[in-house]
């Protein structure tokens, strides 16, 4: 009898313990599915304006692009028409996206830059969340500690490949285990200069519309039909991602962002802490949790991305970090996320460079740019091909000679910026009307300081010494002064 009793109690135990684990089996794939894959699509010197969405989507963009599968993209979620990185430089751009933290607070400040060694990035994060994480295409992020990335695809910086990125190894990534969520960052190398991709013969340089803040000239026109035809590659190379997706049934389970990282390779954009600099299309979809075509003026900052992906993965958004979830954004529960943007530009270490801190300030209406070391004279790439009696700027240099007076003046500025500048990026969206010598300013100026001079501190900003500091922050290349 005993040994019936015990015979049965094992059997029982025994059930009860399958059933159990089958329980937590189909929980845990449950749990699997409802996770989401993050795709992250990262473009390279784009202007925001030249994404088919924002072009389209207001009066004083030159409405020249052609990017029909952003376009598509763009109605299938959420638009946002105030999103910015803080440095329009490729290096520290993409680390303080990775990581969460202000370029300054990170370390990886100045172009060619490494991050402080202990600080976590998205791999770390997302790892601990199960997460398979990997990185296709451009890197410029150090050091490997900082950024322990499965790198896949190629980093193709030349005409060659159907991507930039190599969307074979793209898509091994993506088919490879489907049990297991994963994050991939797809840094294409377009539309970084020198802009030989693409087809050009969807570009006529005489119909070009040149951005109001720049100045027409026909070298200019030439140079922007490469720069478009770039463009335009790039959104094929969306699309191409996207029809992976699709044909792998990952659309609805997959959190897709598309951004334009900062501005293109031309005066008043690139090294610039005007929002042709900063400001940063970016536009998210995921099925059924984000509103198709919907559009939000919230400001973010791209130091909100990681947090923000975390808490959509159910998981705990650190609290030593700069950047601020706004999941509530994306899902329709709030309307403001951020009431100012900052800007920090390094101009030591770059390719011709000098010692000339910017920083900078926004709120929805103002911007006040701050130009530290303003005495010397602004120099980089740019100004280097001015030198060489060549690019836009020494063409227009030579309209200005000629007697075009918006020529010479664009000229002028670009070198030798005030201390003070001040905008209202409402009314003068392309910031070409220095406000800050009108009286009426004044106190909304001092408002703009006070809030800049905080966040400097908080971000352990000394201003002129973090730019002498510069190369105590650089990577393999240095080019200090």
């Given at each position: 009898?005993?040994?019936?009793?015990?015979?049965?109690?094992?059997?029982?135990?025994?059930?009860?313990?399958?059933?159990?684990?089958?329980?937590?089996?189909?929980?845990?794939?449950?749990?699997?599915?409802?996770?989401?894959?993050?795709?992250?699509?990262?473009?390279?010197?784009?202007?925001?304006?030249?994404?088919?969405?924002?072009?389209?989507?207001?009066?004083?963009?030159?409405?020249?692009?052609?990017?029909?599968?952003?376009?598509?993209?763009?109605?299938?979620?959420?638009?946002?028409?105030?999103?910015f990185?803080?440095?329009?430089?490729?290096?520290?751009?993409?680390?303080?996206?990775?990581?969460g933290?202000?370029?300054v607070?990170?370390?990886?400040?100045?172009?060619?830059?490494?991050?402080?060694?202990?600080?976590?990035?998205?791999?770390?994060?997302?790892?601990?969340?199960?997460?398979?994480?990997?990185?296709?295409?451009?890197?410029?992020?150090?050091p490997?500690?900082?950024?322990?990335?499965?790198?896949?695809?190629?980093?193709?910086?030349?005409?060659?490949?159907?991507?930039?990125?190599?969307?074979?190894?793209?898509?091994?990534?993506?088919?490879?285990?489907?049990?297991?969520?994963?994050?991939l960052?797809?840094?294409?190398?377009?539309?970084?200069?020198?802009?030989?991709?693409?087809?050009?013969?969807?570009?006529?340089?005489?119909?070009?519309?040149?951005?109001?803040?720049?100045?027409?000239?026909?070298?200019?026109?030439?140079?922007?039909?490469?720069?478009?035809?770039?463009?335009?590659?790039?959104?094929?190379?969306?699309?191409?991602?996207?029809?992976?997706?699709?044909?792998?049934?990952?659309?609805?389970?997959?959190?897709?962002?598309?951004t334009?990282?900062?501005?293109?390779?031309?005066?008043?954009?690139?090294?610039?802490?005007?929002?042709?600099?900063?400001?940063?299309?970016f536009?998210?979809?995921w099925?059924?949790?984000?509103?198709?075509?919907?559009?939000?003026?919230?400001?973010?900052?791209?130091?909100?991305?990681?947090?923000?992906?975390?808490?959509?993965?159910?998981?705990?958004?650190?609290?030593?970090?700069?950047?601020?979830?706004?999941?509530?954004?994306?899902?329709?529960?709030?309307k403001?996320?951020?009431?100012?943007?900052?800007?920090?530009?390094?101009?030591?270490?770059?390719?011709?460079?000098?010692?000339?801190?910017?920083?900078?300030?926004?709120?929805?209406?103002?911007?006040?740019?701050?130009?530290?070391?303003?005495?010397?004279?602004?120099?980089?790439?740019?100004?280097?091909?001015?030198?060489?009696?060549?690019?836009?700027?020494?063409?227009?240099q030579?309209?200005g000679?000629?007697?075009?007076?918006?020529?010479?003046?664009?000229?002028?500025?670009?070198?030798?910026?005030?201390?003070?500048?001040?905008?209202?990026v409402?009314?003068?969206?392309?910031?070409?009307?220095?406000?800050?010598?009108?009286?009426?300013?004044?106190?909304?100026?001092?408002?703009?300081?006070?809030?800049?001079?905080?966040?400097?501190?908080?971000?352990?900003?000394?201003?002129?010494?973090?730019?002498?500091?510069?190369c105590?922050?650089?990577?393999?290349?240095?080019?200090?002064?």
């Amino acid at each position: 009898m005993n040994w019936w009793i015990n015979t049965t109690l094992v059997s029982v135990s025994l059930m009860l313990s399958i059933a159990c684990a089958a329980q937590a089996e189909t929980s845990d794939k449950k749990l699997k599915q409802s996770t989401p894959n993050v795709v992250l699509f990262l473009s390279d010197d784009t202007n925001w304006f030249d994404i088919e969405p924002y072009d389209r989507l207001y009066d004083y963009t030159p409405h020249n692009a052609i990017t029909p599968n952003l376009m598509k993209f763009a109605q299938e979620g959420m638009l946002f028409t105030s999103a910015f990185t803080s440095t329009a430089l490729c290096s520290p751009t993409r680390q303080q996206l990775y990581t969460g933290l202000f370029p300054v607070r990170n370390g990886a400040y100045p172009q060619h830059s490494v991050a402080n060694k202990g600080t976590k990035s998205v791999v770390h994060y997302f790892e601990e969340l199960g997460y398979r994480v990997a990185l296709a295409g451009k890197r410029h992020i150090e050091p490997e500690s900082v950024y322990p990335f499965e790198f896949v695809g190629k980093d193709i910086r030349g005409t060659e490949g159907t991507t930039t990125f190599g969307i074979e190894g793209v898509e091994e990534f993506i088919k490879r285990d489907k049990d297991q969520p994963f994050f991939l960052i797809i840094a294409s190398n377009n539309s970084h200069g020198p802009w030989t991709r693409g087809d050009r013969s969807l570009y006529d340089a005489d119909k070009l519309n040149i951005p109001p803040f720049l100045v027409d000239s026909p070298g200019f026109r030439k140079s922007l039909v490469n720069y478009y035809a770039e463009i335009t590659d790039l959104d094929t190379e969306f699309g191409l991602v996207d029809d992976v997706l699709e044909r792998n049934n990952l659309q609805t389970n997959t959190i897709t962002i598309f951004t334009s990282e900062q501005g293109g390779g031309m005066p008043f954009a690139k090294y610039t802490t005007y929002d042709a600099g900063l400001k940063t299309a970016f536009m998210v979809r995921w099925p059924d949790k984000i509103k198709a075509g919907s559009v939000t003026n919230a400001m973010v900052q791209y130091v909100d991305v990681v947090p923000t992906l975390i808490e959509a993965a159910q998981g705990n958004v650190p609290n030593n970090i700069d950047g601020e979830s706004f999941l509530s954004i994306l899902k329709g529960l709030k309307k403001e996320h951020r009431e100012y943007s900052y800007g920090v530009h390094t101009t030591r270490n770059l390719h011709a460079g000098n010692d000339y801190p910017i920083r900078s300030v926004r709120s929805k209406r103002y911007k006040l740019i701050l130009n530290l070391m303003h005495e010397s004279e602004f120099n980089n790439l740019t100004t280097l091909a001015l030198q060489e009696q060549r690019g836009p700027l020494w063409e227009w240099q030579q309209l200005g000679e000629k007697g075009d007076q918006w020529a010479k003046t664009r000229v002028d500025y670009y070198v030798r910026r005030p201390a003070v500048e001040f905008y209202d990026v409402i009314n003068d969206p392309f910031e070409t009307e220095n406000l800050a010598d009108h009286k009426k300013y004044r106190p909304l100026i001092a408002e703009h300081r006070a809030e800049l001079a905080r966040w400097m501190k908080q971000q352990g900003d000394l201003g002129i010494k973090t730019e002498l500091d510069a190369c105590q922050h650089a990577a393999s290349f240095k080019a200090c002064p």
